[in-house]
């Protein structure tokens, strides 16, 4: 009957929501106009229309002859239809009927989609496939036709009619709700919940409908103005209630004929009746909280004043004359939000392998995405400077950026499996860029990708080009992104945490992979992980940041060997890898705390909340100091500690551990991470 | 695959089936009797006895229904009760007039659901929120009232096409195109803003993927990663829903049938509702649920060429 296809239910398939979270969710309904507008006039039309024979200015047949096919006037608001009668009153009195039997038909349709999506969730597999198998069957049948087949049968009985559209439409209804309650059952405290010998039909009621609410709600919303629609249209057809009885589909059937001499009549009921549709579906958009759908994602950059500002200083006197790659001050933020790097410097010379290392959130990443100019929406570089080969990058427009991506700069990630287009083969992902870059034809394009997955370890060149991303291992999988990057031959890769996603030997693999390709190719590589021992065995440089700042630096050696800064040694000294003929520790050491969100940092030593070795001091900022020759550290005590041979070491068992300075406030560990992680 | 075919054709042949079970049960159910609406109305008692028995009504269901399937078989839908036309036949002439409106108005939407959908996304912004409000008040505008609409503007304001009538193709075919552009336009509304809701979301989605970082740093030019990665990750969805919608403007021609006088499968079936005359019901049913199997399974082979991970597992 209408251009809604009964699926479009399935659009709002919305995350089934733990009931903790659900809190929020009526104020936030009517945060969105539309689902004020949604929920107030389906109000006002529910209220109007049932109350109509109590309010209405004249009876629905009431003919006045010398007013017909009138205008809006005082004594009828709406104007009259051919017979003189007032429109007003006509609609709301046909109002009660398609809003009961849409109802009805929402009833019936949840009634029984509703428990059985609750059984095939719990009762498992098969059971799952009998009931999926006979509403697939339904779903396909054409619920319009039938509907009319009904009439034929039974005659103009619409409150049938609509029952039997419900039995149709139950189907949808269990397809989608089926989803969010498999889901839901998936979550551990419905598990806990069965564990705790609570009944079947408890856990249902307590733990998986309260989370199906949301998602009922929404589909209830769209569905009943989809049943609005139907009964509208059924009643233009000529089957709903006949003459003289109003109803909102023949009264625009009617109106139709008059549309030569008198078309305003078609205005007020069609607009009753679009809007009660709108109101629904705005309800339902509101609830599923799409209307934020429509976000800009156009990217907006903050000047970068600061930077250029930052990088005329030290122009033209790099520290290391030989750096191909030279960060200072460089400075990252979310667009009228916190920092979340500050102050990073470091230097890379060609051939060299540079390591940032640290716990998640520290802004490692951010760092790594700042080379490329590739950070997410709404973050951007704002200060400091970032010189390539000379060139300064921080700042540098879009389409510049886009010359040096992938042909001077190049970056693998750290998820392989979802780093290529799930929807080409692995030869036209290898040989579009490879004719971009090097200007070849495709047949020689096509020996060249051959050839470069053969150079990253590849025997079955062939058979992977024809492949597509789905039927390729992790380590296959980060193999190919590393000849990617390579196809425009770049000087620089940046490589954000290439291994974490991999297993352990296939880690090994790759990163013996990198290094091959520094000794043969001259490569530089900034290498982005958590993992020390990555450090140790493919970096010469690192650098150790800590909340959104580089605490350390200095070569790998160094660091690694002697490191200075108490965040360094923690790390160390939680590190499970245990150098050769060393013994193997009993307990690892632990950092009490997590790190601070952006936006919450301390003031002074960032990382003094969860230093064993902080004084009062630590709380007033610092400069960093020159360390590792080179490098430099960012802790006040330093040479104390140095002093002290002071180590972070393991905590006995059964100790409380106990972050240093009682001055300091504890890390907050509820704060959320800004949605940005590292 | 071939079990994966196998599966969907034994759906297929399933789905039909329970449509014939059910209209045919249905229609036994009734308390009119099939002589009682050939005899028409005021006819004695005996003589609608005699048409029931004359129609092998009194025979048990299961011989009428072996009776019926041996007949659907060989194509034959058998006669009106009304005027004794011949249904498969009438069916076969009505057919295109249905498929041809669905068909362009399908296609309609497509394009200008893409178009709409890919600018709400890629452009964001005031242009993307009022892509979406008004795709949501689009798709929630009653089609019988956008219809009538349009007549009073296209048809009486502009006078660009006929406001009701149909041309055959065969006798005149710009007048035909011009007969169904009314009808064609006005599926298209509600049609055009569901496919711009479903590539909107689509490739608002895909503009969000990890690949397509990937792409970025790799220097990839921006329309390229928008209409060749993005737009083909977005595709799946957006052709689904294409035939969803083929099969929703099919049921919708009832409506779009009536109102512009088109001599179609819809305007068959209120004829037939409206005068009880169960074969041709039945019939329409038939052909209806044909049409929607067919299009889904055509649909799976699409979504399976577009999808490699559906091609190759």
């Given at each position: ?58 009876e ?7 007013n ?53 969730a ?18 396909a ?54 564990v705790?010998?609570?009944g ?109 500002a ?9 520290a ?17 939000g916190?920092?979340?790097v ?31 100019g ?19 990058l ?9 010359r040096?991506?992938g ?43 051959a ?105 790998a ?28 520790p ?21 990382f ?40 972070w ?30 | ?95 295109p ?13 497509g ?18 929120r ?57 599926l ?29 740093a ?77 299009t889904?399974l ?16």
């Amino acid at each position: 009957m209408s251009v809604i296809p009964l699926d479009a239910a399935d659009e709002v398939a919305t995350e089934p929501v733990p009931p903790a979270r659900r809190r929020r969710g009526l104020p936030g309904l009517l945060r969105r106009p539309g689902g004020i507008f949604g929920a107030a006039w389906l109000t006002f039309v529910i209220v109007a229309s049932l109350t109509a024979p109590l309010w209405r200015p004249f009876e629905p047949g009431q003919q006045d002859t010398a007013n017909r096919l009138a205008l809006p006037s005082a004594e009828h608001w709406l104007g009259t239809d051919p017979l003189g009668r007032d429109l007003l009153s006509r609609i709301f009195t046909a109002g009660s009927l398609p809003l009961l039997s849409s109802a009805l038909m929402l009833v019936v349709a949840f009634g029984i989609g509703l428990p059985l999506a609750l059984i095939a969730a719990e009762r498992g597999r098969r059971v799952e496939r009998v009931i999926s198998r006979v509403t697939e069957v339904f779903l396909a049948l054409p619920a319009t036709i039938l509907l009319l087949a009904l009439i034929g049968v039974i005659g103009n009985r619409l409150y049938p009619v609509m029952a039997v559209l419900g039995v149709l439409i139950s189907a949808a209804v269990y397809r989608v709700l089926l989803g969010v309650a498999q889901s839901v059952r998936q979550r551990l405290y419905v598990d806990a919940a069965r564990v705790n010998g609570l009944g079947s039909l408890r856990v249902n009621l307590v733990h998986v409908l309260p989370s199906m609410a949301t998602v009922v709600a929404v589909q209830a919303a769209q569905l009943f103005g989809i049943g609005l629609l139907i009964v509208a249209g059924l009643a233009f057809l000529g089957f709903g209630p006949g003459e003289p009885e109003p109803s909102w589909g023949f009264m625009i059937q009617d109106a139709s004929g008059y549309i030569y001499t008198s078309p305003w009549l078609m205005v007020p009921t069609g607009l009753v009746l679009a809007l009660t549709v709108v109101a629904a579906n705005e309800l339902a958009d509101a609830l599923a909280g799409r209307a934020a759908g429509a976000r800009g994602t156009r990217r907006r950059r903050r000047p970068l004043r600061r930077a250029v500002a930052a990088a005329a200083v030290p122009d033209g006197t790099p520290a290391d004359p030989a750096a191909v790659l030279e960060v200072r001050d460089l400075t990252v933020s979310v667009d009228d939000g916190p920092d979340l790097v500050t102050g990073v410097s470091f230097s890379l010379r060609q051939g060299q392998v540079l390591g940032l290392v640290g716990e998640s959130g520290c802004g490692k990443t951010m760092t790594a995405r700042s080379l490329l100019g590739l950070l997410p929406d709404g973050v951007s570089v704002t200060g400091g400077s970032i010189r390539w080969q000379g060139r300064e990058l921080a700042g540098l427009p879009e389409t510049e950026l886009n010359r040096i991506r992938g042909r001077e700069i190049a970056m693998i990630s750290q998820e392989p499996m979802v780093a290529l287009d799930p929807m080409f083969s692995i030869a036209t992902q290898l040989v579009g860029p490879i004719r971009r870059f090097r200007e070849v034809g495709r047949s020689q394009a096509k020996r060249i990708a051959a050839e470069l997955l053969r150079n990253v370890g590849i025997v079955d060149a062939e058979r992977v080009l024809k492949s597509y991303p789905h039927q390729l291992s992790g380590g296959m999988a980060q193999r190919v992104c590393i000849a990617l990057a390579l196809t425009g031959e770049p000087q620089l890769l940046v490589a954000d945490e290439p291994t974490t996603a991999l297993d352990v030997t296939v880690q090994a693999e790759i990163l013996s992979l990198l290094r091959a390709l520094v000794r043969d190719t001259g490569l530089s590589v900034v290498i982005v992980s958590h993992d020390l021992g990555v450090v140790a065995d493919i970096c010469d440089d690192v650098a150790v940041m800590y909340a959104g700042q580089a605490v350390e630096s200095g070569t790998a050696e160094a660091v690694l060997d002697a490191p200075a800064h108490p965040y360094t040694m923690a790390l160390l000294g939680a590190n499970p890898h245990v150098p050769e003929g060393e013994p193997v520790p009993e307990r690892l050491a632990s950092i009490a705390g997590t790190v601070p969100p952006p936006g919450s940092w301390p003031t002074g030593c960032r990382f003094a909340t969860r230093c064993r070795f902080a004084q009062e001091k630590c709380t007033v900022p610092f400069p960093a100091l020159p360390a590792h020759g080179a490098g430099s550290v960012l802790c006040i005590r330093v040479d104390e500690l140095s002093r002290e041979h002071a180590t972070w070491t393991p905590e006995r068992a059964g100790d409380e551990i106990q972050p240093g300075a009682e001055v300091l406030a504890p890390a907050d560990e509820t704060a959320p991470t800004a949605g940005v992680s590292s | 695959m071939l079990a994966y075919v196998a599966k969907r054709l034994a759906l297929a042949v399933g789905t039909v089936l329970a449509a014939v079970v059910i209209v045919f049960l249905l229609v036994h159910a009734s308390d009119t009797t099939p002589g009682a609406v050939r005899a028409g109305a005021g006819a004695t008692a005996e003589r609608v006895a005699a048409e029931n028995e004359a129609l092998g009504w009194n025979r048990p269901l299961w011989v009428q229904f072996t009776d019926y399937l041996g007949q659907l078989v060989q194509g034959d839908l058998g006669t009106s009760l009304v005027d004794g036309r011949d249904i498969a036949a009438d069916l076969a002439d009505r057919l295109p007039v249905t498929a041809s409106i669905a068909l362009f108005a399908t296609l309609l939407s497509g394009l200008v659901g893409v178009f709409l959908g890919v600018t709400a996304a890629v452009r964001g912004g005031r242009l993307g929120r009022l892509i979406t409000t008004g795709s949501g008040v689009a798709l929630s505008l009653p089609a019988f009232w956008v219809g009538i609409l349009f007549v009073y503007l296209l048809s009486l304001q502009l006078g660009w096409f006929p406001a009701t009538g149909y041309t055959e193709f065969s006798s005149d075919p710009l007048g035909w195109l011009s007969s169904i552009a009314i009808p064609v336009i006005t599926l298209a509304v509600g049609g055009a803003a569901i496919i711009a809701r479903t590539a909107a979301a689509g490739m608002r989605e895909a503009l969000t993927q990890e690949h397509i970082r990937t792409l970025r740093a790799m220097g990839t030019p921006r329309w390229r990663i928008r209409y060749v990665h993005a737009l083909r990750y977005a595709s799946v969805p957006v052709v689904s829903t294409l035939g969803i919608q083929f099969i929703a403007l099919f049921g919708g021609s009832v409506i779009i049938e009536n109102l512009f006088a088109l001599p179609g499968l819809g305007q068959a079936s209120q004829v037939a509702a409206s005068s009880s005359d169960f074969p041709a019901l039945v019939g329409v049913v038939v052909v209806a649920t044909v049409v929607v199997v067919v299009t889904n399974l055509l649909l799976d082979l699409v979504v399976a060429a577009l999808d490699p991970k559906v091609r190759t597992s």
